[in-house]
């Protein structure tokens, strides 16, 4: 598992051309995330999961990981106080020298990132952007809601939450919009509801919930974790594939 002569300049450089940082929503924290000075540090063991909980970074700590990367930055929010879980996951990061380094909706949106994946799993055809920046993907799945489901559950998740099937049972031929990670909002529902007869996404409240069965748009949720997972781990071997280099998952 230890790969030779890898520099983190050139594992973010392939980030980087993989998942362009302009592509990123206004304000969305990417790129390195705790490291100072490690354009020409060595690398020889890197790591890849999807969000640098605690229990991740201790894993990339006993795995003695130099270079981890996360699909969400380690903060979202302004943060005034480095204590409790901030300051926990802080130590452990810089003490053991592991370099943390998320591309978050600039890897949603870019070509072959997260939509995209999803975009392939559901073999969608005539696909556009869901929204104008780029976020989820619309298109035409040519079968019934029944199929899209069975994928769902072989890919995605083993027990999706459905809201409204009754609405495209007769259906043939589906517009299918889909989002990885968080799209189950309620402002996010009353769009694609005027759009698609079925959506994809994460993340369903109650309240979502029962605005998708008023507007009678169709709902699969498949979780945050498993609409992301999927292409995070197709962007795992492309990585791989391109630096030949192993990459360990900690949290998929
Ligand atoms: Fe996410």
Request: no cysteine; net charge negative.
């Given at each position: 598992m230890t790969n030779k002569g890898i520099k983190a300049q050139d594992i973010i450089e392939f980030i980087e051309k993989f998942a362009p940082q302009e592509l990123a929503i206004e304000g969305d924290n990417i790129g390195l995330q705790v490291g100072d000075e490690i354009s020409l540090k060595n690398i020889e063991k890197i790591a890849m999961a999807l969000d640098p909980s605690l229990n991740v970074v201790k894993k990339a700590k006993e795995e003695k990981i130099d270079f981890l990367f996360t699909?969400?930055?380690?903060?979202k929010d302004p943060t005034r106080t480095f204590t409790g879980l901030i300051y926990k996951k802080l130590k452990i990061l810089m003490e053991n020298n592991i370099i943390l380094y998320s591309a978050h909706t600039n890897l949603d949106i870019c070509k072959n990132g997260l939509n995209d994946a999803l975009v392939d799993l559901y073999k969608l055809k005539d696909v556009k952007y869901l929204?104008?920046?780029?976020?989820g993907r619309i298109g035409t799945y040519d079968g019934t809601f029944e199929e899209l489901l069975n994928i769902t559950k072989e890919h995605i998740t083993k027990n999706p939450t459905i809201v409204n099937s009754n609405a495209v049972k007769?259906?043939?031929i589906l517009k299918v919009a889909i989002l990885s990670g968080y799209g189950l909002s309620q402002k996010s529902i009353t769009y694609v509801s005027e759009l698609a007869d079925v959506y994809i996404s994460g993340d369903l409240t109650h309240h979502s919930k029962i605005l998708a069965e008023d507007l009678g748009l169709c709902l699969i949720d498949g979780g945050h974790y498993g609409t992301e997972v999927y292409g995070l781990k197709l962007f795992k071997k492309y990585m791989e594939d391109a630096l030949n280099i192993k990459i360990i998952s900690l949290d998929f």
């Open positions: 699909h969400h930055p380690i903060l929204y104008e920046n780029g976020l007769d259906k043939e």
